[in-house]
């Protein structure tokens, strides 16, 4: 193998600023889908484990069939597939709005939430009953007791599984690249391209990639510290597909 | 909405996308399959070497475990795209690039679940073993992985069913598996949103059944402490 290695092409030209985006659009993405995952992983988390039949069965339903499908699968669809059947007006606006970065959100965040689901689920299972049994005994009603009681300690025990699904969305926001979401891949990719530099732009991407998920894994630590309720561990579902 | 796109190309969909019969070297269980046996190799010799006493070893099994867990899989699949043909000399074809990549990557995730299967292991079961008089290598042998293996089903049926999902990705650099296969009818079809769904469909009956298994065998309390 002989490779002349010139790193000076990362930041000569646009290629710097081409990095920077990236990083840019890959938090943004992530941090927007990880908002919706949250949102939907809580409520579906909680409403699998609730009293009613129907309600546990409609949130199972969500889970199970979007967590068993690839999400690239999931990118097309929300890209390709869903478009077509919007209203003109919100198909006009979304033209204008950059419908890849929205599809990918969507793909993101309803993918991920369907996990995220699982993982509270544990939480709110490693959650003595007599906990909510008391909650319901002091008077609260059952969305009460959910509401202050039983989804604030879960989301206190899931801190270390949650931040393994955290670390996956970002990395899998990487996909988003496929339905053109000019992320950090992609801008590898495309330094690559420009520069035929296949091995600085790839390292730098990658270094990139890792120092971010360090720098999130480090954050979360301090959050798991201050969050920790003694005695109590989740046994989180992290290998979960 | 019109399924018959569908049922016109269902064997191209099914023969050619997904089991890898047909004029392109395609296939999602072509790669899947042996992605996860190699993976399941490299992925035990990594483990035990994380597990070893010298630092030689467990501290690249560690460097390796946490690069490939750190690094998204759509990163390692272009890095074995556009690195081989440069250290070779010359281009593979996708199913070789993406095979590697897959065994590679996976080897990360699957070296985790040995690990934790051998520790799994009760500690006297080690005690006993060397008391028997058995050296290092064949307790390992004999003794813990035959019981590790019966703790780690459940995970790797899990790991298989990630696998069988991101096997959707070699589809970017062109390789025709059941995703690409969907692509490449829509591109002549215009029917996004049918060929999407029934891929869909297709994925999440495979991911699903297995994880009715995994869920089973949890369930029945059949795996360890034998």
Redesign the interface.
Known sequence: MNYNFDWSVLWSGQTGAWLLDGVLVTLKISSLAWLAAVALGILSGALRTAPITLLRWLAAAYVEFFRNVPLLVWMFFWYFGMPPLLPHALQEWLLDHGAEFWAGVCALGVYHGARFSEVIRAGIHAIPRTQFEAAVSTGLTVPQAYRLIIVPIALRLIVPPATNETLNLLKNSSVALTIGVAELTFQTRQIETYTARAFEALAAGTLIYLLLCLAIAAFMSRVERSMAIPGMIARGQSGEP | MDFRVITDNFSFLMLQGFIGFGPFAGGTLRLALPAIVLGFLLGTCIGLARLAHSPWLSVPAKVYVE?FR??????VI??FW??VP??LGRSLPEYAVALTAFVMFEAAYLAE?VRAGIQSVPRGQVEAATATGLARAPMMRYVILPQALRNMIP?LV??F??LL??T??A??IGYVDL?KA??IV?NREIR??E???F??VV??IC??TM?RYVRRWENAGGQSAR
Request: proline share 5%.
């Open positions: 690069f750190g690094v998204p899989l759509v990163m272009f890095w556009f690195i440069v250290m679940i995970a899990t790991q069913i990630v999902k991101d959707s990705l589809s970017i995703t969907a692509q829509n996004p949103f060929l999407y769904l891929i869909a994925y999440w991911s699903y994880s």
